[in-house]
């Protein structure tokens, strides 16, 4: 089955600054990437996705890469704010709506 | 947007009881439906796929006689956790698809006594 590696698993960083999380799957028959932002105690929300065939999708401040070849993604947040500070969670899936392998998780604190 | 709702949110057991919680999607019809798990500060990990009138499919190593899935109509898919023990408890989520995207629910947080 699916396996998907999520690093890092807590990112700081200073208020203004940018956040890279990086995701690797193993089963090349994904083709659906979503990424969730948790908070404490709540439902996962998700934030942006993308499909396999899209290299790069970018939505406000958030914008995530998809490399197929490498079987990675990663997500990327720049001019960080407090209210980003969030667990977030990679996922991959063989189609949207199709059952989610999900990262690990990376508890992201960002600092005033 | 897709609202799926938990029922309940918070509930306490003790072990050896039975506990129902339920997974509503309530303003699309769901054929398919999720259940998660989650332990404190750990990823969500998928227990199995409901599906409406047939049985569910579980994910290797969950018990299908513990965790009892019923998803009786198109809005409606329940999680039965039989002879609950502490270490069944956890945070459990469902989600709902709905025009090839999952919608979560709020979650069930259960402590078992």
């Known amino acids: 089955g699916e396996n998907v590696e999520q690093h890092p698993s807590t990112l700081s960083v200073q208020e203004g600054d940018s956040a890279v999380i990086k995701c690797t799957y193993s089963?090349?028959?994904?083709?659906?990437f979503p990424w969730y932002k948790q908070e404490l105690g709540k439902r996962p929300q998700l934030i942006i996705d993308?499909?396999?065939?899209?290299g790069e999708k970018k939505d406000q401040r958030i914008a995530v890469t998809l490399n197929k070849t490498a079987k990675h993604f990663s997500l990327h947040i720049t001019e960080t704010q407090p209210e980003d500070s969030a667990v977030y969670f990679c996922?991959?899936?063989?189609?949207?709506?199709?059952?989610?392998?999900f990262g690990g998780g990376t508890r992201v604190l960002v600092k005033p | 947007g897709a609202v799926v709702s938990q029922h309940p949110s918070r509930v306490i057991c003790k072990s050896g009881t039975s506990v129902k919680i339920e997974c509503r999607s309530l303003?699309?019809?769901?054929?398919?439906m999720f259940w998660y798990r989650q332990f404190p500060k750990k990823s969500l990990m998928l227990m199995a796929t409901?599906?409406?009138?047939?049985?569910?499919?579980?994910e290797q190593g969950v018990e299908k006689d513990k965790f009892l899935i019923n998803h009786a109509s198109l809005t409606l898919s329940t999680l039965t956790v039989t002879s609950a023990h502490p270490e069944d408890s956890s945070f459990y989520i469902c989600?709902?698809?709905?025009?090839?995207?999952?919608?979560f629910g709020p979650g069930t947080r259960l402590t078992v006594t």
């Open positions: 989600s709902a698809r709905d025009m090839g995207q999952q919608y």
């Open positions: 089963d090349s028959a994904s083709n659906y």
């Open positions: 993308i499909r396999s065939n899209v």
């Open positions: 996922a991959a899936s063989t189609a949207a709506g199709n059952k989610l392998t």
């Open positions: 303003d699309f019809q769901a054929t398919t």
């Open positions: 409901s599906n409406e009138g047939s049985k569910a499919t579980y």
